[in-house]
């Protein structure tokens, strides 16, 4: 980064106490969002979506408008100057001269990270392609906590893709700090969750279970965090079609849960969750946007350096620099940022030297070399 | 609705007394605007238009600006999760968890009623398709009250498509509730004002007239309303072509007009008024449009409630609750919100139930039932 | 102009002493920015955008909001009424009833005028066609000046599209009111200078030396202003690619410059500079676009008339009213908004009446009349 400014690209960029900081200043919102109504007069704060998401960038601008600052930005990369070639870097380069501020949506993996290299303030990824999306993963937290009491000692249902779903990734990778998580891991054969995070969850010693069937999984869980099944996913759409209403939450579905048990949904929904389970009292999808707001108001806060100081929490340590690839290697994946950013260094680091396998610094692609 | 909040779908949801109300705020606020630049400081507006409409999204947004709040939204379905296939019922429950206010365009008939049905906040209807658009006819009435002095007692013309002209069908509606309006309808014949209408007003004592001629018409008028005739509307394009320049106002055919004649027109404008009639003082179409404004702080303050508790007007009464249709009878509007949204129940209320005949709750279709 | 308000078209329209006020005024904003922080309260910017720039949108916006405004408007014609038809004229006529001043972009050269004559609040040029872009002229002039100590007494060498870049030849408009100001024009045989700038730079005894080269040119420079070379300029491609690299600036190239050359460019680069060069201190051009909200900053308060009264420069004159043109003559210019504009009469000025030359009001196209 260019000067000493925190850029937020991936939920584990936070320690887990500057997590519960922000839980902790989401709820001091909430009791009396009066106080907090001037705390950022004056700052501006760049949305800069490069591709279109509704409600991820209405929840930051209203955000920056309830702390009692002001918004610019554009809304798709139509409206943007992307559209003549500009690069992402260019792009930071200018609006981190105008704004205090900015959070970032773009379709390509590592974009966020490539602008947090050139920008002179605080840079929060609003999703990064397929890659991550940590304030969607702050407002499933903060909804967890609240609806439970607690982040530990439940039993978590993931229901859906698994394979694909960047914000069940964000969400696994965020509750192993916690203590006392069972999963349960349901989805069809195809859209498992990947080897690598199932040894991961294994070698931490969580306690987890796979299953194809939503129905017989429901009774013991405290959280069903559901999310959609694209058609895409499939190689053969007959199977599609078979499997797709088995992990459609239906309120027959729900006569078997708990009383209290909470469903959550990244949103937006397309026919996942039935509309009759809105009026039920467990569905919390909608209340996930309520707590999403407050935690990025508690984020823009802490970004810009408007919360005591005495309450700053521990930040992650930084990493130890690993050693990294020299030659020619490129990324292999297709939707990586560094296939079209202008100039843009191919760049690596060892993730297992001895191995060859190296990572992407920009979309985190594991590659190999002989 | 899910709270009790009050929205605004139809220029009928708000009752006389109240739309005097209304007019009496915004001529305050043309007296003195800086006593209210401040009343909605910490409110936000959303605009959420998922068709673009450029004067009625920036006269709302500047109309919250002036009074001091903020403004977030989106300006094309293009820029917003729609394009996901986001139904509008959760669009409204997300953005009602970030705003304040909401002001929603949407190009299908009885959407903003759907989105009323879904919200914690206040929707003014900003225009579903060919249906209502409330606030226009509100900038209509405070325009018609500040150049004639009154809103009784006047010959009002109205040139153009009487038969889908949305705006048309709104105004003589609001003006029936006052005294003394004698109709000159001015139109072709295939855009004669529809067969209902006309009964109408012919039941309710109304004076009026129809004519294939404005030229002739205009001596008599008052207030002269033009609107435009599209192309598509015809069959034979040759019948378009041999009509189209008796429906435009020119310096020309004002010359009979009276002195105080007040022309206006909702726009944008195409080429139904010369733009040579601009100059002349009785030109009042961009009058229209800071009459607008006005009207629309005075209603956002108002359906905030920051207006005074003793000057609240007195509510149209909450409607008999009327027969609804049980059944499988589907609405045959093919623009109905109902036909698009997803797992919107059909839902149809008596009009008159011995005759079968059934009015479409969203768009206001009317349907038989054998 | 409809009232006595004043429109910002061209850079021609400041004169030398308000240029250097608001440059002053800039110096201010940087020193003590909380001083103007409240500056534009109450007041709002529409940015209207009929084609998308988000560089100078967004500059214009924070200018607004950094002065404690607020800003409303539309980035693309898609999300404007005029894909309805709405001439440039009523589109102003509506937002200068909800705004206190308007920065309008416009493909069509003109188009800036046009609005300026239908105008009640003071319009900023944000580009129109090919034509003028005055805010970034004068975002270059304070570059210079902060970067050199002066204006005058400077080696400029100007690089890439001489012929079509509309910067350009404002830089070079603005530039001749200041003494000492060395010309190096570095082009390709094909984007030269327009002969009729170098015939005014020879009139008005300007120091100018044109040359292809850019490397040996690079020594003497105290500025060196980049531009793109556009590939669709050249009837012949593979002349295109023969050149195009010795018109883009290296680190190589750099070697032999001076220490404290100021490299400048409009933005957005596509590849006519080099990423590399980002990193050396002489890189001015974000840097400009820091100068260039700062100078939106002064030019706003200054046409909203917060600056001090007697700080106010003096205006150029008035020009002399030329013999305008009667008759049926036409614009050449496929490019002028007087072919677009519904009902917009044509109209010319004299240039030189005995040789038939005339002015295009809109877009300065000269036109031969015999």
Redesign the interface.
């Known amino acids: 980064m260019k000067k000493d400014v925190r850029s937020i690209i991936n939920i584990l960029d936070l320690s887990k106490e500057e997590i519960e900081l922000l839980m902790d200043t989401a709820d001091e919102i909430e009791k009396d969002p009066?106080a907090f109504?001037e705390v950022c007069r004056?700052k501006?704060l760049?949305t800069l979506?490069f591709e279109?998401?509704?409600?991820t960038r209405?929840?930051f601008?209203?955000a920056m408008?309830?702390l009692?600052g002001?918004?610019?930005?554009?809304?798709?990369a139509?409206?943007?100057?992307?559209?003549?070639?500009?690069?992402v870097?260019?792009?930071i380069?200018?609006?981190s001269?105008?704004?205090d501020i900015i959070a970032m949506r773009h379709p390509r993996e590592g974009a966020a990270y490539v602008a947090s290299l050139h920008s002179n303030v605080p840079v929060v990824n609003a999703g990064d392609g397929g890659h991550f999306h940590p304030t969607q993963t702050m407002a499933d937290l903060l909804t967890i906590r609240r609806k439970k009491g607690r982040i530990g000692d439940i039993t978590v249902g993931i229901c859906g893709d698994l394979k694909y779903g960047r914000t069940v990734h964000s969400l696994i990778d965020a509750l192993q700090r916690y203590e006392g998580i069972r999963y349960v891991l349901i989805s069809p054969e195809e859209l498992r969750l990947p080897e690598y995070m199932i040894e991961k969850l294994a070698s931490e010693g969580a306690e987890y279970t796979e299953t194809r069937d939503l129905e017989t999984a429901i009774p013991d869980l405290d959280v069903l965090y559901m999310t959609r099944i694209q058609k895409e996913r499939f190689l053969d759409e007959a199977e599609y079609e078979r499997l797709k209403n088995s992990y459609v939450l239906t309120e027959e579905k729900l006569d078997a849960a708990k009383p209290d048990l909470c469903i959550m949904h990244p949103?937006?929904?397309?026919?996942e969750i039935?509309?009759?389970v809105?009026e039920d009292e467990r569905a919390c999808y909608?209340y996930q946007?309520?707590c999403g707001?407050q935690m990025r108001m508690a984020l823009i806060m802490y970004l810009l350096g408007l919360t005591k100081e005495d309450e700053r929490a521990h930040r992650p340590a930084g990493k130890v620099p690993a050693k990294m690839l020299e030659g020619s290697a490129r990324c292999a994946n297709p939707a990586c940022i560094s296939v079209t950013e202008?100039?843009l260094p191919q760049s690596f680091e060892a993730v297992d030297e001895a191995a060859g396998l190296y990572r992407c610094v920009y979309c985190d692609e594991i590659i190999k070399i002989k």
């Open positions: 009066a109504s004056h501006q760049a979506f279109p998401s509704t409600r209405l929840s601008e209203s408008l309830s009692g002001s918004v610019l930005g554009f809304s798709s139509n409206s943007s100057s992307a559209s003549k070639g500009e690069s870097a260019d792009t380069e200018v609006v001269n105008y704004a949103l937006p929904r397309v026919n039935s509309v009759r809105d909608f946007t309520y707001k202008q100039e």
